[in-house]
């Protein structure tokens, strides 16, 4: 009887603000390194003049359904990612990913340009400026440990 090992299909989407003549071809080249079924492909946002964030979304089978692979599959990722300067996500192409209505991210600085936090300090110190809720936000990291 032969054994074929189970295959997972699976979601990837980049999100890049470099601008590539075939805005495809780096995260295709990426999966070629792995054993996987290329399936598709298609852009769910392009670059504006206001807006140079590019979003692309991949589809493809990967060979195993072993969580260890697959973890092995998004650390990889996650280095290519650093060394191209592009954000991967990958998930299990589910039910569970379809119906998703919450993500989350840590955008100060990445996809925003103010840091949230001092935003936030600044409104609370209008609020009640006796509290000086900017000053403590102000205080270093290292502050905290040599205190």
């Known amino acids: 009887m032969d054994s074929t090992p189970e295959s997972t299909p699976l979601v990837a989407t980049v999100f890049?603000?470099?601008q590539y003549d075939e805005p495809f071809e780096?995260?295709?080249?990426?999966?070629h390194t792995y054993t996987v079924l290329y399936m598709s492909a298609r852009v769910l946002k392009l670059a504006s003049r206001e807006d140079p964030l590019v979003v692309l979304e991949y589809s493809?089978?990967?060979?195993?359904?072993?969580?260890?692979?697959?973890?092995?599959?998004?650390?990889?990722?996650?280095?290519?990612?650093?060394?191209?300067d592009m954000d991967v996500?990958?998930?299990?192409?589910?039910?569970?990913r379809r119906y998703r209505r919450l993500?989350?991210?840590?955008?100060?600085?990445?996809?925003?340009?103010?840091?949230?936090?001092?935003e936030i300090a600044?409104?609370?110190d209008f609020i009640k400026p006796e509290k000086n809720?900017?000053?403590?936000?102000?205080v270093s990291p290292s502050d905290y440990r040599n205190s």
């Open 133 to 138: 809720v900017g000053a403590k936000v102000a």
């Open 60 to 84: 493809f089978i990967f060979e195993s359904s072993s969580s260890a692979d697959l973890s092995a599959l998004r650390q990889s990722a996650y280095e290519w990612s650093k060394s191209v």
């Open 16 to 18: 890049t603000t470099e």
């Open 26 to 31: 780096p995260f295709r080249k990426f999966l």
């Open 122 to 124: 600044l409104h609370l």
């Open 103 to 118: 993500v989350v991210f840590d955008m100060d600085s990445t996809l925003i340009k103010q840091e949230v936090i001092d």
């Open 89 to 96: 996500a990958i998930q299990r192409d589910d039910v569970f």
